[in-house]
DNA sequence: ATGAAAGCGCTAACAA
DNA sequence: TTGTTAGCGCTTTCAT
């Protein structure tokens, strides 16, 4: 041993996995790479499997789909990964099963999914809790600026913070109008867009609205600002995600901390991964998150 | 090879690499991700990979000193990969020697290094612009937000750019405030505090300002709203990197393309490792800029 | 405890 | 062209 450090010896990974049947590897895949929520996943991730020495190689789902096929039947093949995390993927059957036919362990952020182990925050719950923080400022005109339809199929983020938004006002009696949910593409931009057209209207503007993310919400800060609206005077805007803008346009959020469950996914693999570590082999775990009120939100406007 | 199809074969990687030392991975260092340009860099470098049939492993250098080094002391001595892209490093002589000592083709984005291929736009020369097109439409006080020197030492940007903005100010004789240089951290937050330091005092305030990237220029443009100021009446202002949220602020940038920019340095790795394919052993090649100007720049307000 | 040797699944060089 | 085989650098098992 001494001669090895003296020498700066490294074990070859190629030689070691092929004698061993470890590759001190593991695969994340995620649906895209340069957003918010997915560069701080990996981040997280990529950290904690540093500190257990193992590499990481990454797998990105954004091409088209004949390249996202040659993710599953080629470079998830080759026995290069000991493990995989996936990323907020909205995966079908089909791949479920391909993973698990690798016969390694599979930990998802973002769930559930049948089949596998996953963490996820509840997103029905959180957006219920969003909705519910703007009722009980006294809000009842309420909309919801949601994710686009196409959006589902790479993560499932959506439909059930919708199903949230609706569940709070249904709960609170307050009728659910149509128009008040509007869809954008998950960006400032898109969420600027739809703010505009929502509280441009004087026969239809609410007075506050949830966004499902936090970068559609600082868009709809902005839109209302360009409109000549004070937040949170005439409109409150709640986001999700705790963004790393949010603090600084003051929005009040539903934290979640991606770092934190990157490197909480990779533990779990690397679990599993050591002598003895079997876990059931499906469960949805729950994630952190936190309601942060800021300056975005407050009652709503008093009647002239 | 049809029975090999039908039956889904897909050579093990490590007997492959162990066998032929090749290993259909390149390695990406990258001093962190949840950056736009990073980030951006990352998935155009990953997509290029993929294209050419290679695994990305992922080094992010974002830890303290010793993760740092384990990177180049472990990480990088396990014969996992055929070839390096550095991204945006400052590195080390010490560094840079120990990747050369790997024996294998690097390429890094950002330069120039001494003894490494390096694709870098000429940080100098595209500043040197933005300050020109400021002094063009008259400017004649024109104030730098710049990068932090702490930030010197992960990539060497800051200093560079400023070296433009007083270049293009000596040419034009004129004189340099060191009142108007001020620093920041790079992101919108910093920009916007630098800003706000900048353009509130009345007796110092520019009618024209020069960050030193997207993010902190539309901090200075958050800034200028916030006290009242129109951009571009007021103040005008210019940034460099071509941000996914420039478009949107109506910022008038340098663009660059790190997307682009990564799949380049793939190519060149990867045409290194071909049959054949040898290349110097140091040039920095020159990368794409475009001046693109929106509304975020005109010239001076007229004295009332 | 220490040492010897088989073999992990390929590639490449050589023989036929 | 096609077939054969040594050996890549380790890990692990088995014998000492």
């Known amino acids: 041993m001494e001669a ?14 092929l004698a061993s049947g470890r590759t ?13 929520f997915f560069s701080a996943a990996v981040e997280g991730a990529q950290h904690a499997l540093m500190r257990h020495g193992y590499d990481v190689t990454l797998y990105d789902l954004s091409g ?13 093949q080759r026995q290069r990964i000991d493990g995989l995390v996936a990323i907020s993927l909205e995966l079908s059957a089909s791949e479920v099963q391909r993973l698990l036919d690798l ?23 959180i957006s219920r809790l969003a909705t519910q923080h703007l009722l009980s400022l006294g809000h009842t005109q309420i909309a919801h600026v949601g994710g686009a339809d196409r959006f589902d199929t790479n993560f499932h983020i959506p439909t059930n913070r919708h199903v949230g938004y609706e ?30 057209q929502l ?14 993310c936090d970068e559609m919400a600082i868009g709809c800060i902005l839109a209302a600002r360009d409109l000549g609206l004070s937040v949170p005077r005439d409109v409150s805007i709640i986001g999700i995600d705790g963004h790393e803008l949010s603090e600084f346009f003051g929005l009040t959020t539903i934290a979640q901390y991606p770092r934190e469950q990157g490197a909480r996914a990779v533990d779990l693999v690397v679990g599993q991964l050591r002598p003895g570590g079997e876990l059931e082999p499906t469960a949805n775990l729950p ?7 800021r300056t975005s939100t407050a009652g709503p406007p008093v009647p002239d």
């Open 167 to 196: 569940l709070a006002l249904r709960n609170a009696g307050i009728e659910i109008r149509p128009d008040y949910t509007v869809t954008a593409d998950f960006t400032i931009e898109g969420g600027y867009h739809s703010a505009k």
């Open 24 to 36: 001190n590897n593991i695969g994340l895949i995620i649906p895209a790479l340069a957003r918010w």
């Open 287 to 293: 994630l952190a998150h936190d309601l942060i009120v």
């Open 4 to 17: 090895a450090t003296l020498l700066d010896y490294v074990v070859s990974s190629n030689a070691s996995s």
């Open 64 to 76: 088209e789909g004949a390249e996202r096929d040659r993710v599953f039947d080629l470079f998830l």
């Open 103 to 125: 016969g390694k362990p599979v930990v998802a952020i973002g769930g559930p999914i049948e089949g596998i182990v996953t963490l996820a925050v509840d997103d029905a719950e």
């Open 199 to 212: 509280l441009g209207d004087p026969r239809r503007r609410p007075t506050a609205i949830f966004a499902a």
